[in-house]
């Protein structure tokens, strides 16, 4: 028995409203994620840093959340700043202009950490946990997101280093002694 052409008209309409419904829900579902995934990685960005796009989607992709990252950020930068076994007040202030000038806002939580860190050193636990963290990431990234991760994270600590001038403020020298701290830094990557 054939149905009126009516209830054929009529049914398929429905179906393609329905189809057209569902396919705007998923849509609209894409377009907040995607917008979700731009914020974080916008966050990412302004509290480490890092500014390869691709490093901070795989973050994202990984829900490595900004406070984390801070960390991933700032321990380089801590352990240059602290290869000496001091911080003076000139190595500070350069250490905290440069941050300012070139990763963290002043007003920023990562910003206030750095200080608090140039203040008092952290325990070598932070190090540790740094370094068994980094090792761990770099085993889930490519050849070619860990050395821009690499390049990211060392380089912002050499800029330190080299902000706050080496052996007594001569130049911009990097010390021996940050030479070391940031060639064991870069050996975590391997």
């Not at 302004?46 to 900004?66: A, H, Y």
């Not at 350069?94 to 920023?108: P, R, W």
């Amino acid at each position: 028995m054939n149905k009126p052409k009516f209830f054929q008209t009529n049914y398929s309409r429905k179906l393609e409203d329905l189809f057209f419904l569902r396919q705007d829900a998923i849509l609209t579902e894409e377009y907040h994620r995607m917008e979700a995934m731009k914020e974080t990685k916008e966050a990412l960005a302004r509290v480490s840093g890092i500014t390869n796009d691709e490093i901070l989607e795989t973050f994202v992709q990984m829900n490595i959340r900004p406070e984390v990252l801070v960390s991933l950020a700032l321990i380089p930068l801590i352990e240059v700043a602290w290869a000496d076994g001091n911080v003076d007040e000139r190595e500070k202030t350069a250490i905290l202009d440069a941050a300012a000038k070139s990763f963290f806002a002043k007003d920023s939580i990562d910003f206030t950490l750095l200080r608090q860190w140039l203040e008092h050193r952290p325990s070598r636990e932070l190090l540790d946990a740094w370094t068994h963290y980094i090792q761990g990431l770099c085993e889930t990234l490519t050849a070619e997101q860990k050395k821009n991760l690499k390049h990211e994270l060392i380089g912002h600590a050499r800029q330190i280093a080299q902000a706050a001038g080496g052996f007594l403020g001569f130049g911009s020298k990097i010390s021996d002694a940050e030479h070391r701290v940031l060639d064991r830094l870069e050996s975590m990557f391997d």
